[in-house]
């Protein structure tokens, strides 16, 4: 069974950088897309960024192009998110999940494996 474990959220001033980490266990990560989501309160859960098993492909969400790298190390079972030039609208839960198929986890979130994410608050 997947476990995941989302940590270095915190509270960062606008134009601040994060690092988050996604722990993975209970899989063949090295297998596996890998994804980051983030959910604002009273909005839906959106897919941020994505790359694949090998780390060759990437995909990110526009709102956040330029700013946020995706970034994977298959030796240590790790999936990160490097986020630079912070806005506050980039204040949310932050969460990662996983597909064996990268077209499967670009089209949808998955319904399960989900960990408790990390919180990102950007304020001043």
């Known amino acids: 069974q997947v476990q995941l474990v989302e940590s270095g959220g915190g509270l960062v001033q606008p134009g601040g950088s994060l690092r988050l980490s996604c722990a993975a266990s209970?899989?063949?990560?090295?297998?596996?897309?890998m994804g980051w989501y983030r959910q604002a309160p009273g909005k839906q859960r959106e897919l941020v960024a994505a790359i694949s098993s090998g780390g060759g492909r990437t995909n990110y969400a526009v709102s956040v192009k330029g700013r946020f790298t995706i970034s994977r190390d298959n030796a240590k079972n790790t999936v990160y998110l490097q986020m630079n030039s912070l806005k506050p609208e980039d204040t949310a839960v932050y969460y990662c999940?996983?597909?064996?198929?990268?077209?499967?986890?670009?089209?949808?979130?998955?319904?399960?494996?989900w960990g408790q994410g990390t919180q990102v608050t950007v304020s001043s």
């Open positions: 999940n996983s597909n064996l198929r990268y077209d499967v986890l670009l089209a949808r979130p998955p319904k399960s494996g």
């Open positions: 209970g899989i063949t990560f090295s297998s596996y897309a």
